[in-house]
């Protein structure tokens, strides 16, 4: 009995050491799987590029935004034209490496290479031409020395719910659904109104200073996640298909910038965007770890 009771004894010994030893291994992997895996956090190009996004208004509209601007503004004009060259010298001392302008890739970037090849040598005039892509665009890359800009937007066809939309009427399907109310209770029109509305008392770099401060776009993303969103929640996801859209521009456009990046390279991009897209693509830059993102008034508010 007592060799039975120490056979016994023995045994539970070497399992309790064996567990024990496994226990202390389990640790040690366990310290080795969570450990920082160097290949994977640090940045493996030669360069991160740095990246900035300037919110701008349209200089010549083209009505195709929710909001319609409601205030006169003529960029061509000769006061207007000089606060341009302040606006660019500000913008300048960034040192942009690469522009990339809101026009469609695929459709425009090889036309809008000629176009600036063009207006290098003098044989494309763009005097009589409102649109920033030209009075921003254009310019900067002939102060800075530039021999080309890239197109970078995109398209995002409609991959959402289909309805008749010749009958649908939105005030009357929210009102019926109970979302009315809650999709109306931030007032957005005012905001955007009034910001429209300095444009006309502000120099051009003052009225881009406030448009670009983070917190006036973060309201204005804001919209998306309240005015738009709710609509057909819990039904035909309207709104929420809506905001879908308009990330999905906004991620292509993202993808075009990051397929422009030379890692191998110092590279400063500047894209030129509607304020609206500002920060969408904020975020993606801020959120990739082969980008420092700089705010646009740290130049701008000097």
Same mark, same amino acid.
């Given at each position: 009995?007592?060799?039975?009771? &120490?056979?016994?004894?023995? &045994? /539970? /010994? *070497?399992? $309790?050491?064996?567990? #024990?030893?496994?226990?202390?291994?389990?640790?040690?992997?366990?310290?080795?799987?969570?450990?920082?895996?160097?290949?994977?956090?640090?940045?493996?190009?030669?360069?991160?590029?740095?990246?900035?996004? *300037?919110?701008?208004?349209?200089?010549?509209?083209?009505? &195709?935004?929710?909001?319609? +601007?409601?205030?006169?503004? =003529?960029? @061509? %004009?000769?006061?207007?034209?000089?606060? @341009?060259?302040?606006? @660019?010298?500000?913008?300048?001392?960034?040192?942009?490496?690469?522009?990339?302008?809101?026009?469609?890739?695929?459709?425009?970037? +090889?036309?809008?290479?000629?176009?600036?090849?063009?207006? *290098?040598?003098?044989?494309? #005039?763009?005097?009589?031409?409102?649109?920033?892509?030209?009075?921003?665009?254009?310019?900067?890359?002939?102060? &800075?020395?530039?021999?080309?800009?890239?197109?970078?937007? !995109?398209?995002?066809?409609? /991959?959402?719910?289909?309805?008749?939309?010749?009958?649908?009427? %939105?005030?009357?399907?929210?009102?019926?659904?109970?979302?009315?109310?809650?999709?109306?209770?931030?007032?957005?029109? $005012? /905001?955007?109104?009034?910001?429209?509305?300095?444009?006309?008392?502000?120099?051009?770099?003052?009225?881009?200073? !406030?448009?670009?401060?983070?917190?006036?776009? @973060?309201?204005?993303?804001?919209?998306?996640?309240? +005015?738009?969103?709710?609509?057909?929640?819990?039904?035909?996801?309207?709104? !929420?298909?809506?905001?879908?859209?308009?990330?999905?521009?906004?991620?292509?456009?993202?993808?075009? !910038?990051?397929?422009?990046?030379?890692? =191998?390279?110092? %590279?400063?991009? *500047?894209?030129?965007?509607?304020?609206?897209?500002?920060?969408?693509?904020?975020?993606?830059?801020?959120?990739?770890?082969?980008?420092?993102?700089?705010?646009?008034? #740290?130049?701008?508010?000097?």
């Amino acid at each position: 009995m007592k060799q039975l009771i &120490l056979g016994v004894s023995i &045994l /539970f /010994f *070497l399992v $309790s050491c064996d567990q #024990k030893t496994n226990l202390a291994t389990n640790k040690e992997q366990l310290k080795e799987i969570t450990k920082p895996n160097k290949k994977t956090t640090n940045f493996t190009e030669k360069h991160k590029a740095k990246a900035m996004v *300037l919110g701008v208004f349209h200089f010549s509209n083209p009505g &195709l935004d929710g909001y319609k +601007s409601k205030f006169y503004f =003529n960029i @061509l %004009e000769k006061e207007r034209q000089t606060e @341009l060259d302040t606006l @660019l010298s500000r913008i300048a001392a960034y040192k942009p490496t690469k522009i990339l302008v809101e026009w469609n890739r695929i459709k425009w970037d +090889s036309i809008t290479k000629v176009y600036f090849k063009n207006y *290098l040598n003098g044989t494309f #005039k763009i005097d009589d031409k409102r649109d920033e892509v030209y009075q921003i665009g254009f310019k900067l890359a002939k102060k &800075l020395g530039h021999n080309q800009i890239f197109c970078s937007d !995109a398209t995002a066809d409609w /991959f959402g719910v289909e309805l008749d939309w010749d009958n649908y009427d %939105e005030s009357t399907y929210l009102k019926s659904h109970g979302q009315f109310e809650k999709t109306t209770r931030h007032e957005y029109d $005012s /905001f955007y109104k009034h910001y429209d509305s300095l444009k006309t008392v502000q120099t051009l770099t003052e009225h881009f200073v !406030a448009i670009n401060s983070p917190s006036n776009r @973060l309201k204005d993303h804001q919209a998306y996640l309240t +005015s738009t969103i709710l609509e057909g929640a819990g039904d035909h996801y309207l709104g !929420a298909d809506s905001v879908g859209k308009w990330y999905r521009r906004n991620l292509r456009i993202f993808a075009n !910038a990051y397929d422009l990046t030379d890692f =191998n390279k110092e %590279e400063r991009l *500047l894209l030129i965007y509607g304020s609206g897209h500002v920060w969408q693509l904020r975020q993606f830059f801020t959120d990739s770890p082969d980008y420092e993102y700089i705010e646009p008034n #740290k130049y701008l508010d000097k």
